[in-house]
């Protein structure tokens, strides 16, 4: 079920940007008109996630989980019988505010299931989604709206997720929830206010420009109300987002590795299309098929690292796995209007080989030294941590290209900017490599290797039995 509602999470958050053309033909506007559609999305599940420890604790997993996977499918089928762009913009911020609560109680339902040895096989599968999801998502669309209507890339989501709503009501094991304490109002609007302003600050940054009114407004009271959620929370017995947590060296330093460690690798994916498709005029076809590659190169990747994972440690492989998507990145920063096709999904394939050895090793070692009491709350702030890395990523990106194009340009960039960019990624990658190998990883390895995390023996058997009961 976690592996379905990741896949469609990721997929919606990806296939709309390929429908906006249809869109805006159908309501009589110009594609940039509906950049509401598009930004609503992120920062309503920003703003919801501050929310989901506290309802994961209170209604327990299981309840929150189909709750939450109900409510994204509902607003998925509303998006696709939208009859103005108002209610399409409103029906997907419906979409991010179930979103927001479907990745941090997935994460949160499937860590408290099993122990560290068994999240780390368990990973090898969750990767699949991670990865392909991303790389069909524009096919998917493309081939929906030409051949069916814009709609169906809300509908699409229905056959996939049904079916997981309906498995999970009858198998997963759920529990009635416990008593996490007042729930802190505050906190909420505080944290929900400063996540929401700063996404949309940095998803319109580049749109925008970074000095438009809008964007500065939304960055600088963004980092206020940030400010004092920060100073509340550290106050309050029982916040909303246990940020105390961050105290744990491991916790935090996996945290940080994956803030900036998603931005050249996001990065990396975001600009492979465009280059294809602007500075050597591909079609998006072509784009499509020459950037999948990097799926298959994860997905061999995280199958060799699932098994040194327990011997060798997170530290040594995500280390050098950000060693690796550095030399790729200097790579792609070789390619010009002239380079092949099948040199640049060569290039594609090695990054992919690179990146398996981030996700998995990142995620498992940052609950390693984490109590089970405690899980719910590091999921949320993994989530809310994972998420501003992705909204980075395309940020840095689009802000570095805009630099490297001379005012006098045409409207693409020029091959030079495009290097440029994958040069800035390349140095920042190298900078999280060097600061990888410095994670204090033996925690990590004791718990992968022991089969234990830090619930406890009793804790271990008993999730056992329930799962063969199940």
């Known amino acids: 079920m976690c592996v379905s509602v990741t896949f469609i999470a990721i997929v919606d958050g990806a296939i ?3 429908a906006l053309p249809s869109i805006a033909r159908q309501f009589q506007l ?5 950049d509401g559609v598009v930004v609503i999305y992120p920062v309503s599940l920003a703003m919801a996630i501050p929310a989901s420890a506290w309802l994961v604790e209170r209604f ?3 309840r929150v989980l189909l709750t939450a996977l109900v409510g994204f499918l509902t607003a998925s089928l509303l998006c696709g019988t939208a009859a103005t762009l108002g209610q399409l913009v409103a029906y997907r911020a419906l979409q991010g505010l179930s979103a927001g609560v479907l990745f941090p109680a997935s994460a949160a339902l499937l860590f408290a299931t099993f122990s560290s040895s068994e999240q780390v096989r368990i990973s090898r599968y969750m990767i699949i989604p991670q990865q392909i999801a991303p790389a069909v998502a524009p096919v998917l669309g493309g081939l929906l709206v030409d051949h069916l209507t814009w709609r169906w890339v809300f509908y699409v989501n229905l056959p996939v997720g049904l079916p997981a709503a309906l498995f999970g009501a009858i198998f997963l094991a759920g529990h009635r929830g416990s008593r996490p304490g007042r729930f802190d109002l505050p906190g909420l609007l505080l944290s929900a206010g400063a996540l929401g302003t700063v996404m949309f600050g940095i998803c319109e940054g580049p749109n925008r420009g970074w000095s438009s009114t809008a964007v500065i407004t939304s960055l600088v009271l963004g980092t206020g109300l940030l400010a004092a959620a920060v100073v509340v929370e550290l106050r309050v017995r029982r916040p909303l987002l246990k940020l105390r947590l961050f105290g744990d060296r491991l916790f935090r330093d996996t945290n940080l590795i994956n803030l900036v460690g998603l ?12 280059f294809l498709q602007q500075a050597q005029n591909r079609t998006a076809l072509e784009s499509g098929l020459t950037t999948f590659p990097e799926a298959f190169g994860v997905l061999l990747t995280v199958q060799v690292v699932g098994v040194l994972y327990a011997r060798v440690g997170p530290r040594v492989i995500v280390g050098c796995g950000m060693v ?8 792609f920063a070789t ?3 002239h380079t092949g096709l099948w040199t640049f999904r060569g290039y594609m394939f090695l ?3 690179a990146m398996g050895s981030f996700f998995m090793p990142t995620t498992v070692a940052s609950l390693a030294t984490v109590d089970r009491r405690d899980l719910a709350h ?4 993994n989530t809310v941590v994972r998420q501003t890395g992705g909204a980075l990523a395309p940020a840095a990106v689009t802000t570095a290209l805009v630099l490297g194009t001379p005012p006098t340009a045409a409207a693409d960039p020029p091959v030079a900017a495009y290097q440029d960019a994958y040069l800035v990624l390349a140095a920042l990658a190298a900078a999280v490599a060097v600061f990888a190998f410095t994670l204090p990883d033996g925690p990590a390895r004791a718990a992968a290797g022991s089969g234990t995390a830090t619930v406890g023996r009793s804790a271990f058997l008993r999730r056992r039995r329930e799962r063969i009961d199940r």
């Not at 110009?30 to 509906?34: D, I, K, R, W």
């Not at 690796?324 to 790579?331: D, F, I, P």
């Open 335 to 337: 390619c010009d209007a």
């Open 263 to 274: 931005v050249p690798i996001l990065g990396a994916m975001y600009i492979g299309p465009l």
């Open 16 to 18: 709309t940007t390929v």
């Open 378 to 381: 590091a999921s949320t702030l």
């Open 351 to 353: 990054l992919g080989v």
């Open 324 to 331: 690796g998507v550095c030399a790729v990145l200097l790579l």
């Open 30 to 34: 110009t594609t940039a008109a509906l």
């Open 60 to 62: 327990g997993g299981k």
